[in-house]
């Protein structure tokens, strides 16, 4: 073990206990402030720029029967003018191709809703992949008579981001019982659900990280979800399939105390219905069994709805290595990163013991012996066609960077009313203080995101902390407020930054994960909630919005618990080569550093994008050992079977099958073959061979094995 492993893999562990453990500041939580909805709320004027490269396209089509149609190369979204404009069809069109919603999105006041609004002003604009639609008209009853409070709903919607803005307008001052914005109900089979909440007072967390928790619906009129604040963000998928997630934008006052000042008095609930036909969902920034005053003015509430990019075939062709600086890597082992087919290198060097790595914010990073090392490894990553990303966390400042003193104060995320900072501190030193996206922090971020990047030629960004977290400065805005914006316009401006080559990675950590952050990224660094585990990580155990489905490539964090740490690499290969995601290792980390090159390296013969996965989730590759499972990667005319050893235990006797439906033979076949890639042995066997239990083959524990299937002569 060299010093530089010691140093690095310390790293690794202590930026997860950093992010997890440490730091608990302050007293308890004050009683929130009361916030008055005022017309122009700070955030609607500062709507986050959306524009960004790549995505594909936005379509507006006006349907024969009135729906207002809007498609992505992702999914198709109807809204029914004839029924207050509201959003009543989410179709995924490489998921189930049945529509999400079982009821529309709603939004009421007691029992006057949009939905029932028979006549609504529409108006629809496009320009590049931005979609913005307007609709407005009178809440009314279900009779269809308007009642005292206008609505205009604003959608925004990209290949990337898709945003609600609604506004109600109160003509006169109302006592009610309740308000619901965007309330809905979706089909059962979406029964994987997750709640991240957003208010600090009911986080336990020392730094109020708001972890999500997730669930299983699994009987009928069951309560899943019963939050009396609005939550940060709420998930519902049908595992390996389709899905979404709802993130309050960043004024969470407007939701909070926007309609009567008060807190609490909300309901924002998810329960399978009694029948079981669907999941209802209820966002209520207010209900009350005694009504209260709501005084005449407008009231503002937005929201994002996370569409994942699902596409027939994922681009699983990256190869993610990670390094930090001293000593600096070599060009030989550069030489064999591309050997094994790695095409993805980022500088990650965060914190170092002895105080020598790239402080968040300074400039330069390195002395000028460090800055030449930085420049010769992107030039002879070039050379070898492996792009180089350097790291950037969203929300950490080191104290030692330029500019610190003079904002700290204005820029930093609090939660108390002390105004306690947040240090992200590690050993004797730190990440950095953790500052808000919704200040002057986000214009600072992109200028050291924009020089790095120009002045090094750098081929893109990764980025840490790419996180929705609550904030109380006042400097920022005079309510609680949530980083949702501030994140999304830097992802967007990154995008425009990098331009339709570069390379945006980003990091999603499992508990705290949002699908529209996670839409801008070419590959999705993820899984680190279980890198200090203990226990060996299972497939099964992977969560739904972790997994997805064929979407973004995943690029799982390796573990950080350093016992057994060789079984634990090979353990964690075994588990996701069935899943299709690739993860990342650092140079510094002996055996296990070696068994994902040579993960890299078996599929480096194969160009990924081309195929479409069947994971050991779809059934399609059958073995009878429960510890031995298989998956298949399926183009035309060939198909490629990973058999895994989930188990340490050895398996002599793999009799394994697969489904020939799912085969993709141009012509029909009576006869195939079957390569080990291996040992290289090919066998021509009949068609029916592959199901009939002809195939065996015996594997080592944790050991996978590739076998190509293609039409027989
Ligand atoms: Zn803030």
Not at 297 to 310: D, N, V, W
Not at 365 to 374: F, I, N, R, S
């Amino acid at each position: 073990m060299t010093r530089h492993q010691t140093l690095l893999s310390r790293k690794l562990m202590l930026k997860f206990f950093a992010m997890l453990v440490l730091v608990c500041f302050g007293p308890l939580i004050a009683p929130p402030t009361h916030v008055i909805a005022e017309k122009g709320s700070p955030y609607s004027a500062k709507a986050p720029d959306f524009r960004a490269l790549g995505g594909g396209a936005v379509n507006l089509v006006d349907h024969d029967n009135g729906k207002i149609i809007v498609t992505s190369d992702y999914w198709r979204l109807e809204f029914d003018p004839h029924r207050g404009g509201v959003l009543d069809s989410i179709v995924f069109l490489q998921g189930s191709g049945k529509n999400l919603l079982v009821r529309p999105f709603q939004t009421y006041v007691d029992g006057w809703s949009d939905e029932n609004c028979p006549n609504v002003n529409v108006h629809s604009s496009r320009q590049d992949n931005i979609v913005r639609l307007s609709i407005s008209g009178q809440l009314s009853t279900s009779d269809g008579k308007p009642g005292p409070v206008a609505f205009q709903t604003t959608w925004t919607l990209s290949p990337f981001v898709i945003r609600a803005d609604h506004k109600l307008l109160f003509s006169q001052g109302l006592a009610v019982s309740s308000v619901g914005i965007g309330s809905t109900a979706i089909r059962p089979e979406l029964s994987d659900f997750g709640l991240r909440i957003a208010s600090p007072m009911d986080d336990p967390d020392p730094r109020k990280m708001a972890r999500a928790t997730f669930g299983k619906a699994k009987r009928s009129g069951s309560t899943l979800i019963q939050q009396y604040r609005t939550p940060n963000t709420l998930f519902f998928f049908d595992k390996g399939v389709e899905g979404f997630d709802l993130m309050t934008a960043s004024d969470l006052a407007a939701w909070e105390t926007g309609l009567t000042g008060r807190s609490g008095v909300g309901n924002f609930t998810a329960k399978v219905a009694d029948d079981g036909a669907s999941i209802q969902i209820v966002r209520e920034p207010l209900h009350l069994l005694q009504p209260a005053m709501v005084a005449q003015g407008e009231y503002s509430f937005a929201y994002y709805i996370g569409l994942p990019r699902i596409v027939k075939n994922a681009n699983r062709d990256f190869r993610h290595i990670a390094i930090g600086s001293e000593p600096w890597v070599s060009d030989a082992e550069i030489k064999r990163w591309a050997d094994s087919g790695v095409n993805i290198v980022r500088l990650h060097d965060d914190y170092n013991e002895d105080g020598k790595f790239w402080h968040d914010g300074d400039w330069p990073p390195y002395d000028e012996k460090g800055m030449a090392e930085v420049r010769r490894i992107i030039a002879t990553c070039h050379r070898y066609k492996i792009r180089v990303v350097p790291y950037f966390s969203i929300y950490e400042f080191h104290p030692q960077a330029a500019g610190f003193h003079d904002h700290e104060q204005e820029w930093r995320r609090t939660f108390d009313e002390m105004g306690t900072p947040i240090h992200n501190r590690v050993e004797n030193g730190e990440f950095g203080e953790q500052m808000c996206p919704q200040s002057g922090w986000l214009e600072r971020r992109k200028r050291d995101v924009e020089r790095a990047y120009r002045e090094l030629g750098f081929d893109g960004v990764y980025y840490d902390w790419v996180v929705s977290l609550s904030c109380n400065n006042k400097n920022h805005s005079a309510g609680l407020h949530l980083g949702s914006d501030g994140v999304i316009d830097l992802l967007a401006w990154t995008r425009r930054l990098i331009g339709p080559n570069g390379i945006l990675i980003v990091h999603q950590y499992g508990l705290m994960q949002s699908i529209t952050f996670e839409n801008f990224a070419d590959l999705v660094v993820n899984m680190e909630e279980h890198s200090h585990s203990t226990s060996l990580l299972k497939v099964d155990d992977i969560p739904t919005v972790t997994l997805l489905a064929e979407s973004l490539p995943r690029s799982p964090c390796p573990p950080y618990e350093k016992n057994n740490l060789e079984e634990r690499y090979k353990n964690n290969i075994a588990q996701l080569v069935l899943l299709g995601m690739f993860p990342w290792s650092v140079p510094t980390e002996g055996a296990g550093y070696d068994a994902t090159l040579e993960l890299f390296r078996k599929f480096k013969p194969y160009n990924l994008s081309e195929y479409h996965l069947d994971n050991a989730f779809s059934g399609v590759v059958h073995t009878a050992w429960d510890g031995v499972r298989g998956a298949v990667y399926v183009k035309k005319n060939q198909a490629l079977v990973v058999i895994s050893n989930t188990d340490s235990e050895p398996r002599k006797h793999v009799v394994w099958t697969i489904k020939p439906d799912r085969l993709d033979f141009t012509s029909r076949t009576s006869k195939i073959t079957v390569k080990d890639v291996q040992s290289g042995m090919v066998q021509t066997i009949p068609l029916t061979g592959l199901a009939d239990g002809s195939l065996a083959t015996q594997l080592k524990g944790y050991e996978y094995r590739l076998f190509e299937i293609r039409p027989g002569p």
